[in-house]
T-cell receptor, first 113, second 113 residues
Framework: AQSVTQLGSHVSVSEGALVLLRCNYSSSVPPYLFWYVQYPNQGLQLLLKYTSAATLVKGINGFEAEFKKSETSFHLTKPSAHMSDAAEYFCAVTKTSYDKVIFGPGTSLSVIP | DVKVTQSSRYLVKRTGEKVFLECVQDMDHENMFWYRQDPGLGLRLIYFSYDVKMKEKGDIPEGYSVSREKKERFSLILESASTNQTSMYLC????????????FGPGTRLTVT
């Protein structure tokens, strides 16, 4: 069965600092991988997706993620944090569009001025 | 842009009431989903549908039912609301030909008193 782990339920960074949110997955086949962001009292918004093309995926709002098969990881980064990046971030995995999407538990990002 | 709308942002119902949560998507997506989101428990899949009049149980279907009479609309029904169904309910849709990326509505925060 597929699973997703996100290291760190809460991450704090200073404004302007590097953002690194960790995601590891377990999957018996090459997966599709996603990062979503959720602002308070809103639904989830797709940040980026990996679909077996380039291993470095660029998303919205300056975020990117790198797929590393050997490490079964899909960490999310942003070079310089902005106050508006404070939100909950979810990593997710699925095998195909007809399989369930498995969501990680989420990481809450705080940005300190 | 894909738009997923939910009938209410906030809803307060009494124990024992029948509750309808409506979700509509405007991108002709084949797949639709209902999740509930609770602190510390992440997103849990209640029901999903891959086509009109089709439905599949998710991980926590007890106490819920769904209806999909039209492709764009997916309704979640709480047959007899209970206080343990107080939660944030999220609807999502995804294209059948995609990689499984889901597009979420803004959520309905349901309180059962």
């Amino acid at each position: 069965a597929q699973s997703v782990t996100q290291l760190g339920s809460h991450v704090s960074v200073s404004e302007g600092a590097l953002v690194l949110l960790r995601c590891n997955y377990s999957s018996s086949v090459p997966p599709y991988l996603f990062w979503y962001v959720q602002y308070p009292n809103q639904g989830l918004q797709l940040l980026l997706k990996y679909t077996s093309a380039a291993t470095l995926v660029k998303g919205i709002n300056g975020f990117e993620a790198e797929f590393k098969k050997s490490e079964t990881s899909f960490h999310l980064t942003k070079p310089s944090a902005h106050m508006s990046d404070a939100a909950e971030y979810f990593c997710a995995v699925t095998k195909t569009s007809y399989d369930k999407v498995i969501f990680g538990p989420g990481t809450s990002l705080s940005v300190i001025p | 842009d894909v738009k997923v709308t939910q009938s209410s942002r906030y809803l307060v119902k009494r124990t024992g009431e029948k509750v309808f949560l409506e979700c509509v998507q405007d991108m002709d997506h084949e797949n639709m989903f209902w999740y509930r989101q609770d602190p510390g428990l992440g997103l849990r899949l209640i029901y999903f549908s891959y086509d009109v009049k089709m439905k599949e149980k998710g991980d926590i279907p007890e106490g819920y039912s769904v209806s999909r009479e039209k492709k764009e609309r997916f309704s979640l029904i709480l047959e007899s609301a209970s206080t343990n169904q107080t939660s944030m309910y999220l609807c999502a849709s995804s294209p059948g030909s995609g990689a499984g990326e889901q597009y979420f509505g803004p959520g309905t925060r349901l309180t059962v008193t």
